[in-house]
Nanobody
Framework: QVQLVESGGGLVQPGGSLRLSCAVSRSIFNIYFIGWYRQAPGKERELVAASTRGGSADYADSVKGRFTISRDNARNMVYLQMNTLKPEDTAVYYC?????WGQGTQVTVSS
């Protein structure tokens, strides 16, 4: 069993930034894949960013150049730095590892 707890969401104006955090209940050093997903109202959940144990990262085309995923293995934390936010980034953001999901954190981009 792995627990993931997201935090850092909120209301931000277009063009602003947020950093989401995901606290993982076990060591992430050997976890191969950790991903950030999001789900907007009326839409399917989609992969936004993924981090692999080897240090590589992958991003959805819609967030490339604006979002950055990172890991802190010492703290068992995964982060999603989101810059130049757009209204279409509004969604609930989830952290996932294996079959386990966090509860999500709401991000709202609006003026």
């Amino acid at each position: 069993q792995v627990q993931l707890v997201e935090s850092g969401g909120g209301l931000v104006q277009p063009g602003g930034s947020l950093r989401l955090s995901c606290a993982v209940s076990r060591s992430i050093f050997n976890i191969y894949f950790i991903g950030w997903y999001r789900q907007a109202p009326g839409k399917e959940r989609e992969l936004v960013a993924a981090s692999t144990r080897g240090g590589s990262a992958d991003y959805a085309d819609s967030v490339k150049g604006r979002f950055t995923i990172s890991r802190d293995n010492a703290r068992n934390m995964v982060y999603l730095q989101m810059n130049t936010l757009k209204p279409e980034d509004t969604a609930v953001y989830y952290c996932k590892s294996g079959e386990f999901w966090g509860q999500g954190t709401q991000v709202t981009v609006s003026s």
